[in-house]
């Protein structure tokens, strides 16, 4: 059960931002689980920069993933502040889970996510986003791993996500070079398109995604990030490398059978931009 949350409106507040037919350009998913107290400092920080230098109609959305302490109550009263922001309540745990359900049901043109922890510097996100609402690319990713590229983070960290790609290039055959920085942006028509195809619920969403991607002949657009590891992160890195490496596994042996699938994505898929440049 998912539930949508859309706050009355204070009269303080600006109206807001919404593009034709009152639907946002942008849609930036915020999955949170158990984080009431970093909610808010990084929530009014993303809508911050968003008013200064997004030009188009954006919307935040907070995606409650089950949380079991004042999480969603955080995001709710924090809606009563911020126009732009919805709250979504999932009843069961998943990051994966919780992207493909918001970004199923939005109505924005460009579809982004990113972690709580803005790990990942926001001035990352205009070249994210434009390359996506030009035309230039289909799927838009953050990249530690790209060059020029900022990375602050242990050397655990450091050898485990360098294998884990590595991984992918040996076995899918991946040309992207950082499948799991919480930091990417997904045009909603492809979005529509790959989605239903995407099963994992949990971090190998990510991967699964840009994989299909990968095979459907679409263009993946690589953005250096600066990107600071949060000391506090909950990932458990033992279960999770478990689960991506079974996902490798199983994506290798559904490939011949999405094929087809994958076919007719590509020849449905348009090229060109999603909207005008703004005027003024």
Excluded at 54 to 78: C, E, H, M, W
Excluded at 79 to 84: C, D, E, I, M, V
């Amino acid at each position: 059960m998912t539930v949508l949350v859309d706050m009355p409106q204070e009269k303080v507040n600006p109206a807001p931002r919404t593009g034709p037919l009152g639907h946002p350009v942008l849609d930036v998913v915020i999955p949170v689980y158990n984080e009431e107290v970093a909610l808010e400092a990084s929530v009014r920080t993303v809508h911050d920069y968003l008013v200064q230098h997004f030009a188009y109609p954006f919307r935040i959305t907070v995606a409650d993933n089950a949380s079991t302490d004042g999480t969603f109550q955080k995001a709710r009263a924090l809606a009563r502040h911020l126009p732009s922001l919805r709250v979504v309540h999932l009843e069961r745990k998943g990051r994966g889970r919780a992207l493909k359900q918001v970004w199923s049901e939005s109505d924005a043109a460009v579809l982004a996510y990113m972690d709580v922890d803005l790990s990942t510097d926001l001035s990352a996100l205009a070249p994210l986003v434009g390359a996506l609402m030009s035309g230039h690319s289909d799927v838009a990713i953050g990249s530690r791993l790209a060059r020029g590229a900022n990375v602050v983070r242990g050397p655990k960290r450091e050898f485990i996500s360098r294998s884990y790609n590595l991984i992918l290039r040996a076995t899918l055959h991946a040309r992207f070079s950082d499948a799991q920085c919480g930091f990417k942006a997904i045009r909603a028509d492809v979005a529509r398109e790959l989605l239903p195809m995407v099963t994992d619920t949990s971090w190998f969403f990510d991967t699964e995604l840009l994989v299909l991607a990968e095979r459907a002949g679409l263009r993946i657009h690589e953005v250096p990030v600066d990107w600071y590891d949060d000391p506090d992160s909950r990932v458990d890195i033992v279960s999770t490398t478990r689960d991506d490496l079974a996902g490798v596994w199983r994506m290798q042996r559904e490939r011949r059978g999405l094929a087809p699938q994958l076919a007719d994505v590509r020849d449905r898929m348009g090229r060109g931009a999603l909207l005008d440049p703004p005027r003024g």
